[in-house]
């Protein structure tokens, strides 16, 4: 029983981020159509801003906001600056199948992680440092029993829930949350009703920024922080958005507690080096058995 309640807790904590992560995935995705393979790339960098600035006594909560507005200025700087030049209409010509116009800008994407991960090594050294925790790490007791779960699971359990959230609300609730899914669903109707697609299109990279910095900071105080520290962050995020379904927000949340789930049972019952060989056979069992993910949808085409 105990060794069940150390993989949930941990798999609810660990899916916590890898939702994050993948919820970041599906954004630009659905805004975008492209898989921003620079994302955790661009976490780390945001990351290593927090780092800094609380190394120069600035308090955790400041460097904590300041990452993530950072996060979704360099989100937004990189659909501006890159993808949006990428894949204009001038461009596109140029770019004269499909194939092409989705292949470029996710070559363009691993490039940024290129330039990123340099770009840290240079003003960092690439020195492997830890980052600090707001809340202790230590396991929660009550009376004489000692719960599987510590304070600071909690607390990336209560933050992300809280994200989750405020992110449901604007995309049911809000004019530009609604902008948004009709501009993923059918851009040239949703230009034709007069909304500006390219900022709608800005706007999910910012706050898909925004998520990845999130995910950053809270995986973060379990690791030390490094130019490569969160590459496994994307490739299991990745995951959990094939899973759930790269064009449902909501299944890429569901995913992302599934592959914590799933990542968690295998480290508590078997051991850590079959994690990997787990993800594998559990990402193609879901590919075999729902290959558009559990809550994605089928692309019909009329002819």
């Given at each position: 029983m105990d060794s069940f309640l150390t993989a949930f807790f941990s798999g609810t904590s660990q899916g916590a981020i890898y939702a994050l992560v993948s919820l970041g995935l599906v954004l630009v995705w659905r805004g975008a159509g492209v898989v921003n393979f620079a994302q955790m790339g661009q976490a780390m960098f945001t990351t290593y801003i927090a780092s800094q600035l609380i190394q120069n006594d600035y308090s955790y909560w400041s460097a904590f906001v300041i990452a993530l507005v950072s996060g979704a200025i360099l989100g937004a700087i990189v659909d501006l600056g890159l993808m949006r030049p990428l894949t204009s209409r001038k461009n596109s010509q140029l770019l004269n199948s499909q194939s092409m116009r989705t292949t470029i800008p996710v070559i363009a994407s691993l490039?940024?992680?290129?330039?990123?991960?340099?770009?840290?090594?240079?003003?960092w050294a690439g020195e492997e440092r830890g980052f600090p925790s707001p809340i202790a790490a230590n396991a929660l007791t009550i009376g004489d029993t000692t719960l599987a779960i510590t304070g600071f699971d909690l607390f990336v359990i209560?933050?992300?829930f809280v994200t989750l959230v405020l992110t449901?609300?604007?995309?049911?609730?809000?004019?530009?949350g609604l902008a948004m899914r009709a501009s993923a669903?059918?851009?040239?109707?949703?230009?034709?009703?007069?909304?500006?697609?390219?900022s709608v299109r800005t706007l999910s990279w910012a706050i898909s920024g925004t998520a990845s910095s999130l995910a950053g900071l809270l995986v973060t105080p379990k690791t030390n922080l490094s130019p490569n520290t969160l590459d496994l962050l994307l490739i299991v995020g990745f995951t959990a958005a094939v899973v759930g379904g790269l064009n449902s927000l909501a299944g890429s949340v569901l995913g992302g507690f599934i592959v914590g789930y799933v990542i968690a049972f295998v480290n508590v019952y078997s051991a850590?080096?079959?994690?990997f060989l787990a993800i594998l056979v559990f990402l193609l069992l879901a590919l075999f058995i729902r290959p558009q993910g559990i809550l994605g949808s089928k692309e019909v085409r009329r002819v």
């Open positions: 490039g940024i992680l290129g330039v990123l991960k340099a770009v840290a090594g240079i003003l209560g933050v992300v449901t609300i604007f995309f049911t609730r809000t004019g530009m669903l059918n851009p040239e109707v949703t230009r034709l009703s007069g909304i500006r697609v390219g850590p080096e079959n994690v």
